[in-house]
């Protein structure tokens, strides 16, 4: 079972532990639209719609999310162009 730091702000519903998506947003350093797009592209778990209208992550769920959220990949070079940049024409 995952540990949880004493300033993890929790919720308790029916003996299970949950923590809110803008806590874990905040816990792994990013946006609530970037958990949010990582949901919907399916690269970390949904969660569950609390009553209230908050999204609620499990214990386990938080800890997934932590991985995805320190994961490094490979670097790549001419694969895509960095926004604002002018695309490369070929043979210049």
């Known amino acids: ?9 929790t919720v ?3 003996g299970c532990r949950y923590v809110r998506a803008t806590e874990v947003a905040r816990l792994v350093r990013v946006s609530r639209q970037t958990l949010w ?6 690269h970390v778990p949904v969660g ?5 209208g908050h999204v609620l992550f499990t214990l386990e769920e938080l800890d997934v999310i932590r991985r995805y959220a320190s994961k490094l990949e490979p ?9 604002g940049a002018p ?3 070929q043979g210049t």
Not at 37 to 42: H, L, M, S
Not at 48 to 52: E, G
Not at 77 to 83: A, I, M, N, R
């Open 1 to 9: 079972m995952p540990t949880t730091p004493p300033s993890l702000q």
């Open 12 to 14: 308790d519903i029916d």
């Open 37 to 42: 797009r990582w949901r919907q592209a399916g």
């Open 48 to 52: 569950l719609r609390h009553r209230d």
């Open 75 to 83: 670097a790549t070079v001419g694969e895509s162009t960095p926004k």
């Open 87 to 89: 695309a490369r024409q």
